[in-house]
């Protein structure tokens, strides 16, 4: 994959093709800054959109990068990236998120969403390290479903999810403990459990681990509703976490009324739910969100459309519930790239997604007017801490310094305690394809 002529990182600007109302500006200076500049500080997501979300306190933590990658120029990272790349050739893979920057995803071997991403993970066999250039939650998924002898390497570790911290695994066990003090354990008379466990991909490997040992499985974007099928032909009810929007977008659409879709709140008791409420309960929603695709708002589509006549607007179904209504279509990822890739020359589009893949959008299709919903800048805040810097400095540490011996930093490793039942449920989620 080639670079693309703009990128957030170098330029911190908006994709001008035809943006309505485009005001230039960023939901933080320090986005221009290098995320190194974060990492020895108190924790948090760093600049972007989920910087006002509370991180836990022992949230992964990154060590002081080498100066050598701080100064170098881009020149300088490009080239020791791709002399890298090809010392090791086979051995490594890269993988990227769409959601990456263009300065990281031009070295990725696999682009994708995460259900792309956990397929790829399964493709390299022969690789002996997969260097994951996407967040916390995705390298773990790699290492739970690559061979024990592959390593699994995050570039940086501060390189989270204020979504999948939403959900932590002792809050949803005592959630599981309440649900089942009402719901009783016994099938009814089709052989239907109570309640079935599903956790979205960005949640953490015990999350998907507690999904596994209580028969339930993953969900991606992209199989969202083929997974909640799968469910409900198993449970009489759904207990979804940890993003209530891709729970309720999803439900909505399949036909469950609103009213049977209560919120559970892991502050209160029964989530502030009445126990008549949750046990009419079809889709139990946790209280967790996208802080990216929160901005996105009725009135930025309505504003859209005032400028743009006949735009289509696509957004993301971790938009809120009046956003994905007001849209013409909601989709993962991927769902976006093939529409705007399918649509004939001259489509405008207004896009509700994370800003990154969207303006390489704009820059791959130059015969559409594509803009984002939303005119400030406000990348997600955790992909965002991938830097070339990190990539050059874990890619040459691989190949060895000086003649020195191979070392791997930042390895991703889940204990096969929690790995073996989150493997079950990911194994159920690649199998249910949409």
């Not at 943006?19 to 230039?24: E, K, L, M, V, Y």
């Not at 050598?68 to 990227?96: N, Q, W």
């Not at 696999?110 to 390298?139: W, Y």
């Not at 992909?383 to 070392?407: C, N």
């Amino acid at each position: 994959m080639t670079p693309t002529a703009l990128s957030v990182d170098s330029e911190i600007q908006l994709i001008t093709a035809g943006a309505p109302g485009a005001t230039g500006s960023t939901c933080t200076p320090e986005l221009a800054e290098g995320p190194w500049q974060f990492d020895l500080k108190p924790p948090s997501y760093g600049p972007g959109a989920s910087m006002a979300d509370p991180i836990p306190a022992d949230a992964p933590r990154q060590g002081e990068l080498p100066e050598e990658y701080k100064t170098a120029s881009k020149a300088e990272l490009d080239a020791r990236i791709r002399a890298a790349k090809a010392t090791l050739g086979d051995r490594v893979v890269v993988l990227g998120h769409f959601y990456q920057r263009d300065e990281v995803v031009q070295y990725a071997d696999f682009v994708g969403d995460s259900f792309q991403l956990a397929n790829a993970a399964l493709t390299v066999p022969e690789a002996e390290a997969i260097v994951f250039c996407g967040v916390h939650f995705m390298a773990e998924t790699a290492d739970i479903l690559a061979r024990p002898q592959q390593a699994v390497i995050l570039p940086n570790l501060a390189a989270g999810c204020s979504m999948a911290d939403m959900a932590d695994i002792d809050s949803v066990e005592e959630a599981w403990a309440e649900l089942s003090a009402i719901y009783g354990t016994e099938p009814d008379a089709s052989g239907r459990v109570p309640v079935i466990p599903v956790t979205y991909m960005n949640s953490s490997a015990a999350l998907k681990g507690f999904c596994g040992q209580n028969g339930g499985i993953v969900c991606t974007s992209s199989n969202a509703a083929t997974v909640l099928e799968w469910a409900f032909e198993r449970g009489q009810r759904v207990l979804f976490f940890p993003d209530q929007h891709l729970g309720r977008n999803t439900a909505k659409a399949m036909g469950v009324p609103l009213e049977r879709m209560p919120m559970w709140n892991p502050r209160k008791a029964l989530g502030g739910n009445s126990e008549e409420s949750l046990l009419d309960a079809q889709v139990i929603l946790w209280h967790g969100f996208c802080s990216v695709h929160k901005r996105f708002t009725v009135a930025q589509i309505e504003k859209a459309r005032a400028s743009h006549p006949g735009v289509q607007v696509i957004v993301h179904p971790e938009c809120p519930m009046p956003v994905v209504d007001a849209a013409d279509a909601a989709g993962s990822t991927d769902f976006i790239v093939k529409a705007i890739a399918a649509a004939p020359a001259g489509s405008t589009f207004a896009i509700g997604t994370e800003i990154n893949l969207v303006q390489r959008l704009a820059n791959e299709y130059p015969q559409h007017t594509i803009f984002c919903l939303d005119d400030v800048i406000c990348p997600c805040s955790t992909m965002y801490r991938i830097h070339p810097g990190y990539l050059a400095w874990v890619l040459e540490s691989l190949v060895g310094v000086d003649g020195g011996p191979s070392v791997v930093q930042n390895r991703i490793v889940v204990d096969e305690a929690v790995a073996a039942p989150a493997r079950v449920a990911l194994e159920r989620m690649l199998s249910a394809r949409p």
